[in-house]
């Protein structure tokens, strides 16, 4: 392996790495590459193993087995601090007894630099951040983000390669949050810094990620862009995590139809061969209702069961004989409510546009 | 589960063994203190326990089958048949199967044979060992272990001793149960402890039921005065009921005829010393309460009987539970009560002290430590079984119990805690009193003649500034050590096996009672080939077995208070290249400051108090003044010893109100990043 950062080779790759707990696997087997100056997620419910990921690049967690490479450099088994990076967690971290500026100089402190340059680094940093005028502080004095601010210029300081965020923001408010997603989003941009953020939040992942790796149980189920997941799930693991989805039972009729209850709706049958049971996946936004006329493609007759006023929207649980009894949710807005004279228990047409049908294997997920 | 999934094995025989991380410059000092650590809790609990228990299965016997004889009639006359020991004694029944058991120190007189035996005769004795194991025998050149024959005259003779021989096994034990003078302290030791437990628990709950759910005045004043006894040696409450009810006691009539020397008074005695361990312990059980069950309880109108029996005892549970073990433990192991107003009733720890001090019997003291550890040790066990329960009694949201004023009952309340806040100030005041007066009872003048130490045996006020030498380097290393310790334990990254020993290691003496801790390190330190034998004797070894002997509690505040950091700071540090040591200096031991002060002060009134851990290791320059109190009661010299435990007591108040104000200058000064 050479030294040098050649072109074309990722600033972090991880190979083929296990972590076992005891007899528990939290890793199995996860190889990712990520490009410098990349803002990455790593998002899947408690328990996939993304936090586990993430620690195993600080170092704070030791794999079982694999391989982790840093700007050309093997990583594996260095101990934290001969790695390059640096973390925030959700809970801070901050040193209470250090005022504000001296928790963000910490790192710097020992670097034998003369003090006042030390004090303009972290000075820069707090403005940064946005937290000018408060460097006397102590933790408990400020905010929960202003806290966040603080342990994000803190790992800055150091100028790192590699800035590694846990969970940074779920311990905040709702309004605190967004803001701040934002926020932490142009500040990565303008650094530069490659940064890899653990969440379980997708909206978080969706809003701030250049790229998004969904994890489950101890693999990872797709790396894709906020886009590609979102729109092309791969799994159905995945379009369930990610967003709301229909999900129904059908079988495929021929290449290119499948059957769902008495309809038969086009689509990309895919590696499904006819006969197969499938899971028909469909986003409850991809069911059309506006000037939908019987005999349009893919459209069929549905009965309304349920309607959940959401303010802007509506919620319409749909059923009948078309779908052979199941429900299927679709996302409608007030006027069209209006205008189709929606109430439960009168019928609508609607279509579903076969570019927007997902199959997955009955039994996946 | 996927199917890609790998089991462990096949990961293994995939990509080999597991990673294993490079060891930082972190990691391995860490890894050197965690080792340092691990060797001081092996030399200072593990291997002084190991060589007591052995200790305990040392058997000695004359083997008297080895041993021949052969007798002159005078010089120049031919010697007689050669006679074998054994068949000599028995034939002349001066040995029995029991008279063959002894102990390291035995000693058989050659002359028991002889019965016609004069040393003025002109007999001449020869003596030979002969086959294998035998002790030898000695004479006036030293011992003898050769096979040829020793000449002696009736003088030489008389003076000629037959040495047992070493062994081990279980005959020590089988001895101590045999022997009922001995056995008999099993059930007296129990008896008082039972008793005392009984006592000391009903009463402590329901003052902590006053501090806790009542509106009583004067609350503050209560909760001092029930923690008074803890700044006072358990020698102290003993010495002030001599004066209240012994042979002269101003209220010896309340005994009605009992004599206060014995089993009445030594429960008298430890339930005062134990009082406040027990209410500390019920305090917290009873504060920790959900409002909510009782406003429940009182929405379906429940009597308040019924809400105490079904609501009250249930949540104190725990709390009830842990106090009856504490105290079970503190009273079966306590030696002072015992030694000074047991009179003739013997208990585990005055048998420890007996044989060894007074019969040197250092095997039958270790059978006997090994007996006092039983109890203790499951009485341990217990208590953390159940306190691991009790921590998820009371979940994160529920809501405190603030008492409501109900005139009765605080009044009730208030009769209550006054009576027993009589009592213990007036064992105290009896002390104070005692102490100041000239000669009790006929010259009932003040003076402070009985502080004049030097006058007196005991060790004079030399001993007292021991106490102060000693109970200083306690709290300085030892809050060193448990602190650093602790934070190993609970802060260190990998090398979880080691952890998982040393914590262990830290839990372990506290079921070791002081007296078999220095009757172990006795065995360990004094013997000639153990390399740290030079500290035998010195103030180290005091120090060493005090910091030992409560290292236990002073590790659980210290690993609670360090629960509380953030995890993650250890890993921030390493994120900014910063030693983990600068941050330990910089960042946790400033937060933990409080809890290193409790440490420290915790140590330092131990030290100053404790007996039974030293009473066995101190030398003649290193008498200690809770030592002193104890040999000047031997000695008869009661006044003094009031004295000098008296002094103690205005020793450890004073640490304590010092320790407050730096409490609250500390608290002062860091208010700015300590509120939450």
């Given amino acids: 392996m050479t030294t040098e950062n050649q072109a074309g080779n990722p600033y972090l790759r991880i190979s083929n790495v296990i972590k076992y707990f005891g007899d528990f696997c939290a890793l199995n087997d996860v190889s990712i590459d990520i490009e410098e100056g990349e803002f990455v997620c790593f998002l899947g419910p408690s328990g996939c193993g993304k936090t586990t990921l993430l620690r195993a690049i600080a170092g704070l967690e030791l794999q079982t087995h694999g391989r982790i490479e840093q700007a050309g450099r093997d990583i594996s088994n260095l101990p934290p601090a001969e790695r390059d990076f640096g973390i925030v967690f959700q809970s801070y971290a901050l040193f209470p007894n250090l005022s504000i500026i001296r928790n963000v100089a910490y790192g710097l402190e020992n670097r034998k630099l003369p003090k006042a340059e030390i004090e303009t680094r972290a000075r820069e940093l707090l403005e940064l951040v946005g937290l000018t005028g408060q460097d006397d502080k102590y933790p408990a004095q400020l905010s929960g983000g202003q806290q966040q ?36 989003k142009q500040l990565q941009h303008r650094l530069g810094v490659t940064t890899i953020m653990v969440t379980h939040d997708q909206e978080e992942a969706l809003t701030m990620a250049d790229r998004i790796v969904v994890m489950n149980e101890g693999v990872i189920e ?85 309607l959940e006023f959401l303010g802007s929207s509506l919620r319409v649980d749909l059923t009948g004989p078309a779908l052979g009894g199941q429900t299927l949710t679709a996302d409608l807005s007030v006027n069209l409510m ?28 | 589960m996927t199917t890609n999934d790998l089991t462990q094995a096949a990961a293994a025989a995939k990509y080999g063994r597991p990673a294993r991380q490079r060891m930082g410059r972190d990691d391995l000092v860490m890894r050197g203190t965690m080792g340092l650590l691990g060797l001081f809790l092996l030399v200072a609990i593990v291997l002084p326990l190991y060589a007591m228990l052995s200790k305990s299965f040392e058997t000695f016997t004359y083997r008297f089958d080895t041993i021949e004889f052969q007798v002159s009639g005078g010089e120049g006359m031919p010697w007689g048949k050669t006679m074998n020991a054994l068949a000599l004694g028995t034939e002349l029944d001066v040995i029995t199967p029991e008279s063959m058991v002894t102990s390291n120190g035995g000693r058989f007189q050659a002359t028991e044979f002889f ?22 025998f000695m004479v006036a050149g030293g011992p003898v272990y050769h096979a040829d024959w020793v000449e002696m005259d009736g003088n030489a003779f008389r003076r000629a001793q037959i040495r047992p021989t070493e062994s081990h096994g279980i005959d020590n034990y ?100 134990t009082f406040p361990h027990a209410l500390m312990i019920l305090v917290t059980a009873l504060s920790i309460s959900d409002a909510r069950l009782y406003e429940a309880a009182e929405a379906l109108r429940t009597p308040k009987l019924r809400t105490f029996l079904t609501v009250t005892l249930p949540g104190a549970k725990y709390g009830l539970i842990s106090a009856t073990f504490v105290i079970f433990t503190l009273v079966i192991t306590d030696f002072g009560v015992p030694k000074v107003i047991g009179g003739q009733f013997n208990v585990l720890a005055t048998d420890i002290y007996k044989q060894v001090i007074g019969q040197q019997n250092f095997q039958m003291g270790a059978v006997v430590s090994v007996v006092l550890l039983l109890p203790a040790v499951i009485a341990f066990a217990v208590d953390r079984i159940v306190q691991r329960k009790q921590v998820a009694l009371l979940s994160a949201r529920a809501v405190p119990l603030v008492p409501k004023p109900h005139s009765r009952i605080d009044k009730a309340a208030a009769v209550y ?61 030892g ?21 998982g020993l040393i914590q262990l290691l830290a839990i372990l003496p506290m079921a070791v009672p002081g007296m078999v801790l220095g009757l172990a390190y006795i065995f360990f330190f004094n013997h000639p080939d153990n390399p740290l034998n030079f500290i035998y004797g010195s103030m180290a070894i005091l120090v060493l077995v005090t910091i030992t002997h409560f290292y236990t509690v002073s590790h659980l505040t210290a690993a609670t208070a360090l629960k509380q950091m953030d995890p993650e700071f250890e890993a921030v540090s390493a994120s900014l290249k910063t030693p983990f040591y600068r941050t330990f200096a910089k960042v946790t031991v400033p937060v933990c400051l409080p809890a290193i002060l409790d440490v420290s002060i915790y140590l330092f009134v131990n030290a100053m108090t404790t007996v039974s851990a030293v009473v066995f290791l101190y030398a003649t320059d290193t008498t200690l003044a809770s030592v002193a109190v104890l040999n000047m009661d031997d000695a008869g010299d009661i006044a003094p010893a009031a004295a000098m435990a008296m002094m103690i007591v205005y020793t450890s108040a004073g640490i304590r109100l010092l320790h407050a104000l730096m409490t609250k200058g500390l608290h002062r000064r860091s208010q700015a990043w300590r509120m939450r």
């Fill in chain 2, 479 to 499: 809050t060193a050590i448990i602190f650093s310790g602790a934070y190993l334990v609970e802060k260190g990254r990998g090398f979880g096996f080691g952890r």
């Fill in chain 2, 115 to 136: 019965p016609d035996f004069s040393f003025r005769a002109p007999t001449l004795y020869r003596m030979r060992n002969v086959g294998e194991g035998g002790g030898g």
């Fill in chain 2, 174 to 273: 089988l001895t101590y149960v045999n022997t009922p003078s001995l056995f008999f302290s099993v059930y007296n030791s129990l008896f008082i402890a039972l008793t005392t437990t009984f006592i000391v628990i009903i009463l402590a709950f329901f003052y902590a039921y006053a501090l806790t759910r009542t509106c009583m005045p004067f609350k503050g004043v209560f909760r001092i005065i029930a923690l008074i006894p803890i700044l006072a040696p358990s020698l102290l409450p003993a010495i002030s009921l001599v004066y209240l009810f012994g042979n002269q006691g101003i209220m010896k009539g309340l005994l009605m005829g009992e004599s206060i020397y014995g089993p009445i008074g030594v429960v008298i005695g430890s339930a005062f010393w």
């Fill in chain 1, 338 to 365: 209006r205008e189709l004279d929606l109430e439960p228990g009168h019928d609508v047409t609607v279509r579903i546009p076969a570019e927007r049908i997902a199959l997955y294997a009955t039994g996946e997920g």
């Fill in chain 2, 417 to 477: 805690c006054g009576a027993i806040g009589v009592v213990i100030v007036g064992v105290l005041g009896m002390a104070f009193w005692a102490s100041l007066i000239k000669f009790w009872p006929y010259n009932m003048s003040l003076s402070l003649a009985n502080y004049d130490f030097d006058v007196m045996d005991g060790g004079g006020w030399e001993a007292y500034g021991n106490s102060i030498r000693m109970a200083l380097y306690t709290a300085i290393f």
């Fill in chain 1, 222 to 306: 797709q790396v894709g862009t906020p886009m590609e997941i979102y729109r092309h799930p791969a799994t159905a693991f995945v379009a369930d995590f990610i967003g709301k989805m229909n999900f129904a039972d059908g079988r495929v009729s021929n290449a290119g139809k499948v059957k769902l209850g008495d309809v038969e709706l086009s689509c990309d049958t895919g590696p499904h061969g006819a006969g197969q049971a499938v899971q028909v996946a469909v986003r409850p936004e991809d069911i059309v209702a506006r000037d939908v006329k019987a005999g349009d493609e893919n459209a069929f007759a549905a009965n309304v069961a349920d």
């Fill in chain 1, 149 to 184: 601010r603080v342990a994000l210029a803190r790992a800055l300081a150091t100028s790192p390669g590699l800035l590694l965020l846990d969970e940074p923001l779920s311990a905040l408010d709702a309004r605190v949050r967004v803001h701040l997603r934002h926020e932490i």
